[in-house]
């Protein structure tokens, strides 16, 4: 079973709508999260990373936020753009340095 | 600064061949990391590599697949008679040192289809 599940598997959505996808883990002890956005035929670009500390961080109109305790985060898009079209993935990593799970991602589509 | 080079960006390969996949990290990087990535599926960790040395393979298939990261010229992932299974995207990352929260930096990504 994966340890880094992601909610949900696709997402179509119209321009300038908000949204949220959604992140849950097993993977402990926990380092860090990130959010990477990958684009078609492209490699994975880092949004954002949180440490155990923090339950927030925004990059522009992207919004991370984690719960360590119930080991679930969020990314929120706002006022999506065409550009936003892409899978967004979430990567757990643990205490080891290689030991970095990723999700499967969320491929999200935004239409005019 | 260059970002991640891989190349090539698609290779065909006929089962039995050999593939040879290369990763230019970016400069000042010794860190590279190998990934697989199956069709609908999330990124699999293969390989980590450190100049001349591999420091953790417990991704990587013990049979057909190698890795390596010379001192000069870019790190070359090989895999031996290629089988269809073996048909995916192979992405390969850098970083400039190992801590856990440094970012790496993902190439294009190389796509292998096996025939």
């Given at each position: 079973k994966n340890q880094v599940e992601q909610s949900p598997q696709s997402l179509i959505i119209l321009e300038g709508k908000n949204c949220t996808l959604q992140c849950n883990y097993t993977v402990s002890p926990f380092s860090n999260l990130r959010w990477y956005?990958?684009?078609t035929g492209r490699g994975p670009v880092s949004l954002t990373i949180m440490t155990f500390s923090e339950n927030t961080k925004s990059n522009g109109r992207y919004t991370a936020t984690l719960d360590a305790d119930t080991k679930q985060s969020s990314l929120h898009i706002t006022a999506s753009?065409?550009?936003d079209s892409a899978s967004y993935i979430c990567v757990?990593?643990?205490s080891d340095n290689n030991d970095m799970r990723f999700g499967a991602g969320t491929r999200l589509t935004v239409k005019p | 600064n260059a970002g991640v080079m891989q190349n090539p960006r698609h290779l065909v390969r006929r089962r039995g061949q050999e593939a040879r996949l290369r990763c230019s990290p970016m400069k000042g990087h010794s860190h590279v990391y190998w990934y697989r990535q199956l069709p609908e599926e999330g990124l699999k960790f293969m390989v980590y590599l450190q100049?001349?040395?591999i420091i953790d393979e417990s991704g990587m298939p013990k049979e057909r697949f190698s890795a390596e990261f010379p001192k000069e010229g870019p790190s070359?992932?090989?895999?031996q008679q290629v089988v269809r299974g073996d048909s995916a995207a192979y992405f390969c990352?850098?970083?400039p040192l190992?801590?856990?929260t440094d970012t790496q930096y993902f190439g294009p990504g190389t796509r292998l289809t096996v025939l």
């Open positions: 956005k990958q684009d753009q065409l550009s757990v990593r643990g | 100049k001349e040395n070359i992932l090989r895999i990352a850098s970083s190992a801590g856990t």
